[in-house]
């Protein structure tokens, strides 16, 4: 898993997605709090790269996990 503070190593696909999630959404959030946000939704976009085989010793072959965070969020209001 390649995230913003460096490689992490998972024996498990969905465990890292996981990490990933609690780490990333965490981030994404309070860079749209820093943004101006008040109330803020965090929403993660998942799209697994496989590619079936005809032969071989397995029927697919794992290419790798794409995963993408939005924050969406109101503007907070100036005091």
Same mark, same amino acid.
């Given at each position: 898993? %390649?995230?913003?503070?460096?490689? %992490?190593?998972?024996?498990? #696909?969905?465990? /890292?997605? %996981?990490? +990933?999630?609690?780490?990333?959404?965490? *981030?994404?959030?309070?860079?749209? %709090?820093? +943004?101006?946000?008040?109330? $803020?939704?965090?929403?993660?976009? *998942?799209?697994? *790269?496989? $590619?079936?085989?005809?032969?071989?010793?397995?029927?697919? #072959?794992? #290419?790798?996990?794409? #995963?993408?965070?939005? /924050?969406?969020?109101?503007?907070?209001?100036?005091?």
């Amino acid at each position: 898993m %390649h995230l913003p503070d460096g490689i %992490h190593d998972f024996e498990d #696909l969905e465990e /890292a997605v %996981h990490y +990933a999630e609690d780490v990333m959404s965490t *981030r994404t959030e309070a860079l749209a %709090h820093q +943004a101006g946000a008040g109330q $803020v939704e965090v929403k993660m976009v *998942r799209t697994d *790269r496989r $590619v079936n085989l005809d032969s071989g010793f397995s029927k697919e #072959l794992y #290419l790798g996990t794409e #995963l993408i965070f939005t /924050a969406v969020g109101r503007p907070s209001p100036v005091r």
